[in-house]
Each structure stands twice: as structure tokens, then as C-alpha cells.
């Protein structure tokens, strides 16, 4: 089983090193350590806090009434307009996601560099490569 150090399982949640430790301390992830007295995250303890911190991170009150389940939270950093099309990139964690729109849709949403905004993306081809 893949094994993870703290350092990478922070990367891979979107936090900082010492949120995942302090996680770690307060005993809300498993952790182990190796020879060299690294702590080490399990995969499959990793993956499963990842998905309870999704979880805690959407009260009732936030679950969208839509099919698009691939929420990206994030803050928008670039929004280039054209006469007719436009392009708005939000940085979400480590993921940088650009999506082209329409102008009158970025108008009517406001949407400006600095604010937050969260991407939703729902496509019938999603490719996964193994790192």
C-alpha cells in the first residue's frame, strides 16, 4: 500500500504541512512512523479523510440543487474578456482550472480577479494518470 509523509498528504489535501500535523497531533488522521522517524500517512487512510473533510466542508445549507458534482473552490485569478467570448481562471488549492464562457455570463456573475468563486465541472471523459 502506498504510504504518504506529511508534507505529501498536505499537497494532496490542499493544506499546509503544519495543518495536516496539526491534524495528525489531535489524532483526526492515522499516522505511523518509518525507520527514519518520518510520520507516514497510509493511502487508504489518506483517501478516507480526504473524503470526511469534504464532507465537513459542505453543511446542508451549501449542497447545490445540480448533477455537476466536481466542486472546485477556489479564488479567480485571471478574467480576460472578448467581445464576445471569455476566459476566467480560479486557482482551487494546487489546481489551476480555466473555463471559457460567455461575456454576458461573466458580467452577470460579477466576476472579478480577487474574488471567490468555485468552478464545477461535469464531463462524460475524465482521464486519470497514476503518479
Not at 9 to 19: E, F, M, N
Not at 34 to 54: H, N
Not at 100 to 112: I, K, P, S
Request: charged letters at 25%; a negative charge.
Amino acid at each position: 500500500m502506498q504510504s504518504y509523509t506529511i508534507g505529501q498528504a498536505a499537497r494532496l489535501l490542499g493544506v499546509s504541512p503544519d495543518t495536516a500535523r496539526r491534524w495528525a497531533d489531535a489524532g483526526r488522521v492515522a499516522t505511523r512512523r518509518d525507520e527514519s522517524g518520518r510520520r507516514l500517512v497510509d493511502g487508504k487512510d489518506l483517501a478516507a479523510f480526504s473524503v470526511e473533510l469534504a464532507a465537513d466542508a459542505a453543511g446542508e445549507d451549501d449542497v447545490p440543487y445540480t448533477s455537476a458534482r466536481n466542486a472546485f473552490a477556489g479564488i479567480v485569478t485571471a478574467v480576460k474578456l472578448g467581445d464576445v467570448a471569455a476566459q476566467v481562471e480560479i486557482q482551487a488549492g494546487p489546481h489551476r482550472l480555466v473555463s471559457l464562457l460567455t461575456r454576458e455570463a461573466v458580467e452577470e456573475l460579477g466576476l472579478e480577479v480577487g474574488m471567490e468563486a468555485t468552478a464545477r465541472v461535469k464531463s462524460t471523459n475524465v482521464h486519470i494518470d497514476r503518479t
